[in-house]
């Protein structure tokens, strides 16, 4: 399973964009990368998923290099309720394939 | 069409006692895994079942805990002589053949 490194924590203004980049060395061909978003008291909610290049949906903004040895989560016009802890993931996308969570990156908005 | 539902929310169990927590996937959903969450850190998988089968076990402590996903019913997560070590939050995921986990709510439980 490829390990995942991403900041501890960000502060960030309501209103403002937020990247969190993640790095993954030794991601393998078939595994897909992911991020996930946890709310205090509550579990895990999937934000998106991508391979490589570019991947946009409502919510978010998923951006892969060539290499696929790091992404970025972007989050644009951040809110107060975008406050949670960021979860990114490296796996193969096949089900059974547990998940494994590191620290996460605590992302704080501020008024 | 209602999400993973894990019951209880909360838990308080004393020392010694009996912990069991439920987890119904979302309709449609075969596959359940258990996570567990202590404080301040990311989430560990313990345990991943089909159907009537365990797959994935290798995240489960050796001793007092075991799971089980009946043909009819919710998962059940069993925690037996809890100590205080067991408290943490435990969620339930679920997933279709392929793609896509959700997760519950999770349930939170205190050993006293």
């Known amino acids: 399973l490829a390990k995942t490194t991403q900041p501890i924590s960000m502060d960030s203004y309501e209103g403002q964009e937020v990247n969190i980049t993640c790095s993954h060395n030794n991601i393998a061909t078939n595994d897909y990368i992911t991020w996930y978003q946890q709310f205090p008291s509550q579990g895990p909610r999937f934000i998106i998923q991508?391979?490589?290049t570019k991947v946009t949906n409502e919510v978010a903004s998923l951006f892969i290099p060539a290499d696929r040895k790091s992404s970025t989560l972007s989050l644009p016009r951040v809110s107060l309720s975008d406050t949670a802890v960021y979860y990114c993931?490296?796996?193969?996308?096949?089900?059974?394939?547990?998940?494994?969570f590191g620290g996460g990156t605590r992302v704080l908005v501020k008024p | 069409n209602a999400g993973v539902m894990q019951n209880p929310r909360h838990l308080v169990r004393r020392r010694g006692q009996e912990a069991r927590l439920r987890c119904s996937p979302m309709?449609?959903?075969?596959?359940v895994y258990w996570y567990r969450q202590l404080p301040e850190e990311g989430l560990k998988f313990m345990v991943y079942?089909?159907?009537?089968?365990?797959?994935?076990e290798s995240g489960m402590p050796k001793e007092r805990f075991s799971a089980e996903f009946p043909k009819e019913g919710p998962s059940i997560l069993r925690i037996q002589q809890v100590v205080r070590g067991d408290s943490a939050a435990y969620f339930c995921?679920?997933?279709?053949?392929?793609?896509?986990?959700?997760f519950g709510s999770g349930t939170r439980l205190t050993v006293v």
């Open positions: 309709k449609g959903h075969s596959h």
């Open positions: 991508g391979y490589k």
């Open positions: 993931l490296v796996g193969d996308n096949a089900a059974g394939n547990k998940l494994t």
């Open positions: 995921a679920s997933s279709m053949d392929a793609y896509g986990y959700t």
């Open positions: 079942l089909q159907k009537e089968n365990i797959i994935d």
